[in-house]
């Protein structure tokens, strides 16, 4: 499975997710490739900083894997670009990363108008809420934002916290096990759309 994680907004979260996913797929057992198509190469260093330190064996690569027994995880950079088409074409889930905040659903809207136009015919894709503030009033509407947007919401989301930010240097070890299991419940759903 290919999984392009996107938004042309900046600070949505694309890396943090992708590194998070790419950590929870690889405790269960997936082998997993990241794609690191940001210029910013933040995937690549966390991944390499990883490996050595012993906290992970996820491997970063130039191209997806097609192999059936592997996970690709392909990071963009936050523009709408040949480079985000190429990742949505080769692509069998595309979730666009968003804060339930107006600013970033007004990009999200223009990245998936964007991204439909690249998306193979039997691609799935949906928004992913991130960074969401549990209890809040416009937490209590996502799947309604969503629909604002064009695209189903995944019913699971990350919740804004510091320890997902600690898991990019000290690896899935930095989380507690109610963490862990809401990351688990993304790629459960994402592999399941």
């Known amino acids: 499975m290919i999984v392009t994680l996107c938004n042309q907004k900046g600070g949505s979260g694309k890396t943090t997710v992708t590194l998070l996913l790419a950590l929870a797929l690889e405790s ?7 794609v690191d198509r940001d210029g910013q190469r933040t ?7 990883l490996r050595r330190e ?8 130039a191209q997806p894997n097609r192999d059936p027994q592997t996970v690709t995880l392909i990071d963009t950079a936050p523009k709408l670009d040949a480079a985000l088409s190429k990742s949505v074409a080769e692509s069998d889930r595309v979730i666009l990363i968003s804060s339930p905040s107006p600013a970033d659903l007004w990009s999200t809207q223009d990245s ?7 998306l193979k015919p039997d691609a799935k894709c949906a928004i992913l809420f991130n960074s969401v503030v549990r209890g809040s009033r ?4 996502l799947p309604g934002l969503a629909r604002m947007i064009g695209l189903p919401a995944l019913k699971n989301n990350l919740v804004r916290r510091q320890p997902y930010q600690h898991a990019i240097l000290f690896g899935w070890p930095a989380l507690a096990p109610s963490e862990r299991d809401e990351v688990k419940s993304v790629v459960l759903e994402i592999s399941m759309m």
């Not at 995937?43 to 900083?49: Q, T, V, W």
């Not at 012993?54 to 690569?61: D, F, K, Q, R, T």
């Not at 998936?112 to 690249?118: F, I, K, W």
Request: aromatic share 4%; with cysteine; hydrophobic share 35%.
């Open 28 to 34: 269960i057992g997936h082998t997993v490739r990241i």
């Open 43 to 49: 995937a690549s260093r966390a991944i390499d900083n």
């Open 54 to 61: 012993g906290l992970s064996i996820v491997e970063c690569a």
């Open 112 to 118: 998936r108008e964007y991204v439909t136009r690249s």
């Open 138 to 141: 416009i937490s209590r509407d």
